[in-house]
């Protein structure tokens, strides 16, 4: 069991642009999160898909949007890209019937915006 | 709104002695509880979780943490560091859907 896989594991973009990021979650979990963790802090929520649609929302802009495909992966979309965006970018898979009782992360995507 | 405060940022201790990681809980509701461990360059990895049974929770790698509802708090501790041990450590609560994470302790274990 490959566990939650992410890629790309580092990029950096210009401000303005736009950067997708992908998560694989792990054998048998349906329910995929995103967290940004900024440099010095605890990951913070973004949103959660489960049944490829978003279930809930943390405190962050329209810029960020996500997808789930079928298949259980996830993207994370954030346009207009700016400074304050570069971060540590989680993803954590669950089985929703199991709450978050067990959630599993990837290694993360390191993000840096110049 | 559930929350988690960690009562130290940096906690510095020698290999053999023992770890005590501070973390108070604010919740309206029975909470279910997690630490997290983040070595550099590596994801979160579950350290242990208390979800309403036993207050007294057994993890991974000798640590364990309590549970005390008259004091809100649900620490985390190990008899004896190591230096594998050194990484940062997050106390999390779960409110609905996600995970709140308090803002890390950094552990250093000194040989």
């Known amino acids: 069991d490959a566990g939650v896989t992410q890629s790309p594991t580092h990029l950096i973009k210009t401000r303005g642009q736009q950067v997708t990021l992908r998560c694989s979650p792990k054998s048998g979990h349906d329910t995929v999160s995103w967290y940004q963790q900024a440099l010095g802090q605890g990951p913070q929520f973004i949103f959660q898909y489960y049944e490829e649609e978003e279930r809930q929302r943390g405190n962050f802009p329209d810029r960020f949007s996500g997808h789930q495909f079928p298949n259980y992966s996830s993207e994370l979309n954030v346009n207009a890209l700016l400074l304050g965006d570069s971060a540590l970018y989680l993803c954590?898979?669950?089985?929703?019937?199991?709450?978050?009782?067990?959630?599993?992360f990837g290694q993360g995507t390191r993000l840096t915006v110049v | 709104a559930q929350s988690v405060t960690q009562l130290d940022s940096h906690v510095s201790v020698s290999e053999g002695t023992p770890v005590l990681l501070r973390c108070n809980y604010s919740?309206?509701?029975?909470?279910?509880l997690f630490w997290y461990v983040q070595h550099p360059n590596k994801g979160l990895q579950l350290l242990l979780k208390y979800t309403s049974a036993a207050t007294l929770v057994k993890g991974i790698n000798g640590f364990e943490a309590e549970f005390k509802k008259s004091e809100t708090s649900f620490h985390l501790t190990k008899p004896s560091a190591h230096m594998s041990d050194a990484a940062e450590y997050f106390c999390v609560v779960s409110e609905g859907n996600k995970l709140v994470f308090g803002a890390g302790t950094i552990l250093r274990v000194k040989s």
């Open positions: 919740s309206s509701y029975s909470p279910s």
């Open positions: 954590a898979s669950s089985l929703l019937a199991l709450m978050n009782t067990e959630a599993f």
